[in-house]
């Protein structure tokens, strides 16, 4: 046998090797999402089921939530997979590619918009009006020039955060009455009788679809995501990251 046929035939062998054990691994997820998709309950419908490289876990998807099982489905994991040797957040880093949503797919109608110089740079924030980091934000976001701030008011916090949200909204200024509000605390007027419309509702639906828990939320043009308060210097060198 010469060189080119034996080195043809050790390719071959290793590319079955891989299919083989690829469908193997299918056929295994697939078994896995059978047992334990009923277990879940009528209304629960799995994305997907994928074999982890730890552990002999399985990862189960459903909507945008991740939970684990092992192979048998007698066990169900709940809560976050942890690299030490990184101090990586394995189920954070999966979650956030989940649940991307850029900003262009987003329902910018519903959100108060504020451009601040050229405008070119964009980044859209879940806020709740009695949130203090939210407002620790604001006064952050004073220093970054060059942006549009897309703001969805999203009243997680407190029974009247819905109040506060609706007398911004039915302003005659949105971005100055949500600025005044939450960096110079001082509240919009009451909304007129006249101001029906409030997109309450239906930022809340929206940003349960996303799996928004808190606030503030900060989503970036890729579709990215900061959980949490970030400071100028941390949305810049995200801002200048992003293509």
């Known amino acids: 046998m010469n060189k080119f046929k034996k080195n043809s035939l050790v390719a071959s062998l290793f590319m079955s090797l891989i299919l083989t054990t690829a469908c193997a691994q299918t056929d295994q997820s697939?078994?896995?999402?059978k047992l334990i998709e009923p277990k879940l309950g009528n209304d629960v419908k799995i994305g997907s089921v994928i074999k982890t490289p730890y552990s002999g876990l399985y990862e189960v998807q459903v909507g945008g939530d991740i939970f684990y099982t092992d192979e048998k489905a007698q066990y169900l994991f709940v809560g976050n997979v942890m690299?030490?040797?990184?101090?990586?957040?394995?189920?954070?880093?999966?979650?956030?590619?989940?649940?991307?949503?850029?900003?262009?797919d987003m329902p910018?109608?519903?959100?108060?918009?504020?451009?601040?110089?050229?405008g070119k740079r964009e980044i859209a924030v879940f806020e709740d009006p009695n949130c203090g980091y939210c407002k620790r934000l604001r006064k952050e976001l004073?220093?970054?020039?060059?942006?549009?701030?897309?703001?969805?008011?999203?009243?997680?916090?407190?029974?009247?955060?819905?109040?506060?949200?609706?007398?911004?909204?039915?302003?005659?200024?949105q971005s100055k009455a949500w600025d005044d509000l939450m960096v110079n605390g001082k509240p919009a007027p009451d909304a007129p009788a006249t101001c029906m419309s409030n997109p309450h509702e239906q930022i809340l639906a929206f940003?349960?679809?996303?799996?928004?828990?808190?606030?503030?939320t900060i989503f970036f043009k890729d579709g990215s995501r900061i959980p949490g308060f970030a400071n100028a210097a941390a949305l810049e060198k995200k801002l200048d990251s992003i293509k």
């Open 30 to 33: 697939a078994a896995v999402k």
């Open 83 to 104: 690299d030490l040797k990184t101090q990586k957040n394995l189920t954070k880093a999966k979650l956030d590619v989940l649940n991307k949503m850029k900003i262009s």
């Open 108 to 118: 910018l109608n519903l959100a108060i918009k504020q451009v601040k110089g050229n």
């Open 142 to 173: 004073e220093r970054v020039d060059n942006i549009t701030i897309y703001t969805f008011m999203y009243n997680i916090l407190s029974e009247d955060s819905a109040i506060k949200s609706k007398n911004v909204w039915c302003s005659t200024d």
């Open 207 to 216: 940003g349960a679809k996303l799996h928004i828990t808190g606030t503030p």
